[in-house]
């Protein structure tokens, strides 16, 4: 929420054969065996350690058995069995107790274990999670990769254990926040998925469930089109697996959709995570944290701050360690914007940023905050703020979001016909359906602000009647209603009047009622010398007629005008024009 979560990103990378992911960053294939470190005593995981979250004792049935089996299995010393079994039933022994599963593994002498990629690969999945072994999972994945290549010299390296090794290797890099790397290694699993058979993919146990994780690195490096792809893919094929595992796939969806302002697929997608008897994890653990999100999306679009977030309470995480913070950083930001101000959403994107002082900085985290910032600057009433943070993210990096934030800004000073440029400058098919809405109503409120003031009145209306029926309809499809509250109270009553006139009365009538932005500018802030002035400029007259009228200088009169300007967040005749038809103003 609060500005347009998720842009259109590199979808084109799993559909098309001629990209090549190679050139984005080096693979931890590539590593050179030997400067791997040397095997080290694992780091004890003692408190205080945030991620011991992440690896709780788990009581499921399904882990428990699973543990049971590959404990009886190393007591019998048959380490193939072993690896034959971690590579049918993985996704019984992660997620669940890492513990128990990491003490069962080393049993297992150093020498054997050592030759079988997927017993080293699970050391490394069970010591990612806490961060103070996180050193010990980079070691075990390194000697996973040595073990892998020398099986693929031998002619026996399996297909799942490839797989395996991909995922493995994107969830570590997101999990350590190299993002270039994670997203390297995310599409290089997804484009295995993609090529490989649906018969063949039915075989590999638990393959729903490597979708979701291979779709949690795309969403962590902005492709969320290409995560879209996977998790339906995931869910096609769950169907012929493993059904009780779709809830990965499902939650997943229902947040990226919900956030990107696709709400009817997502409300779809909710309804099945509810109709099934899903695990606590999957509902309100890290699992279930994108299912989380769209209930309250979906509350937030009602207008509903309570019921928000009383969906976001049910988290049981530790906002320090989810991959996923910035999206539940501006939900809580948007349910602090509604229930008590733009001051209190501040302070929760300030206090998620301080919980990850190295990722916010991130490129894609930076990107998806700045706009959020902005707006609530905006909604404080500090325009020069917001422009100036704005600007300086463009300088990095020129996104959508950042685009369409820009034009609220000059919407907001008055400025319609930079708005309407800056709308223009932005590629309709680079961004979600919620932006779609965001740009539609910004465009709309800039036409009906100089709508006093075209110089052809008939083509005017004809251009605002397709701007209302392009929002209209973008609104009505989508269902998005929460970035009208982001208009200030005259352009919202405007767009809703407007909306109303040309057919589109539900959607009118389903739109906030009061603004959550700060009225900026008020004719209260000029003396009463310079109201005079402002009547006169408004009214047409030039700065000698001003000045003779008024027995003044030109140059007082002019001293006067730059005073106005300022005052109204104005810098032109035309923009001081658009601002009095904007406030009924026009003599």
Not at 29 to 49: I, R, Y
Not at 70 to 99: H, K, N
Not at 117 to 126: R, S
Request: hydrophobic share 45%; with cysteine; aromatic share 4%.
């Amino acid at each position: 929420m609060l500005d347009v979560p998720f842009p259109r990103a590199s979808a084109a990378s799993l559909a098309h054969d001629d990209v090549n992911i190679e050139e984005k960053a080096p693979s931890v294939w590539e590593l050179d065996s030997q400067a791997m470190p040397h095997p080290t005593p694992d780091v004890a995981a003692e408190a205080p350690d945030p991620w011991s979250g992440r690896f709780v004792p788990s009581e499921d049935p399904h882990h428990m058995a699973a543990c049971a089996e590959l404990a009886a299995l190393v007591e019998r010393g048959d380490t193939a069995e072993v690896a034959a079994t971690i590579r049918a039933g993985w996704y019984r022994l992660i997620p669940g107790d890492y513990e128990r599963v990491r003490e069962i593994l080393h049993r297992i002498p150093s020498s054997d274990r050592s030759t079988e990629p997927l017993i080293l690969l699970l050391l490394a999945a069970v010591s990612l999670p806490s961060r103070l072994r996180r050193p010990n999972a980079v070691f075990y994945f390194g000697e996973a990769l040595r073990a892998a290549r020398a099986h693929a010299r031998e002619g026996r390296l399996h297909e799942m254990d490839e797989l395996l090794l991909l995922v493995t290797e994107a969830a570590i890099y997101r999990i350590m926040r190299i993002g270039n790397r994670a997203e390297t290694a995310a599409l290089r699993a997804a484009r295995f998925l993609r090529s490989a058979g649906r018969v063949q993919l039915a075989a590999m146990p638990g393959a729903s469930a490597l979708y979701a994780q291979v779709a949690r690195s795309l969403v962590f490096n902005g492709d969320t089109d290409g995560a879209v792809l996977i998790l339906e893919d995931g869910l096609a094929i769950s169907e012929l697996t493993a059904p009780e595992l779709s809830d990965n796939c499902d939650s997943l969806l229902a947040g990226i959709l919900a956030m990107r302002g696709d709400l009817a697929e997502a409300r779809r997608h909710v309804s099945a995570m509810r109709s099934r008897r899903a695990d606590a994890m999957s509902r309100e653990g890290y699992a279930g944290a994108y299912y989380v999100l769209a209930e309250s999306i979906l509350a937030l679009e009602r207008l509903d701050a309570e019921a928000a977030e009383q969906q976001m309470a049910r988290l049981k995480i530790d906002r320090r360690t989810i991959e996923n913070w910035v999206e539940i950083a501006r939900v809580d930001a948007a349910i602090a914007l509604l229930r008590e101000g733009p001051g209190a959403a501040v302070a929760e994107l300030a206090r998620a940023a301080h919980l990850h002082p190295g990722s916010s900085q991130l490129p894609h985290f930076r990107a998806a905050l700045a706009p959020a910032r902005a707006v609530l600057e905006l909604a404080q009433g500090n325009v020069a703020r917001a422009e100036m943070m704005l600007r300086k993210e463009r300088a990095r990096q020129d996104t959508p979001e950042v685009t369409i934030a820009l034009a609220r800004v000059a919407l907001t000073r008055n400025a319609p016909g930079v708005a309407l440029q800056e709308i223009r400058n932005i590629d309709p098919t680079e961004v979600s359906p919620r932006a779609e809405v965001e740009m539609a109503s910004i465009a709309l409120a800039a036409l009906l602000r100089v709508q006093g003031i075209a110089s052809d009145g008939d083509r005017h209306f004809a251009v605002q009647q397709r701007a209302a029926s392009s929002l209209g309809r973008s609104a009505r499809q989508s269902g998005v209603r929460f970035e009208f509250g982001l208009l200030a109270q005259r352009d919202l009553d405007a767009v809703r009047e407007a909306l109303a006139m040309h057919g589109f009365d539900d959607v009118s009538d389903s739109l906030p009622r009061v603004s959550l932005i700060e009225e900026t500018a008020s004719l209260d802030a000029l003396t009463e010398r310079e109201l005079v002035v402002f009547r006169l400029l408004v009214s047409g007259k030039s700065i000698p007629e001003i000045a003779a009228e008024q027995f003044l200088s030109a140059h007082t009169i002019k001293v006067q005008t730059r005073s106005i300007y300022k005052k109204l967040n104005v810098s032109s005749r035309d923009e001081l024009s658009a601002f009095a038809f904007g406030h009924n103003l026009a003599l």
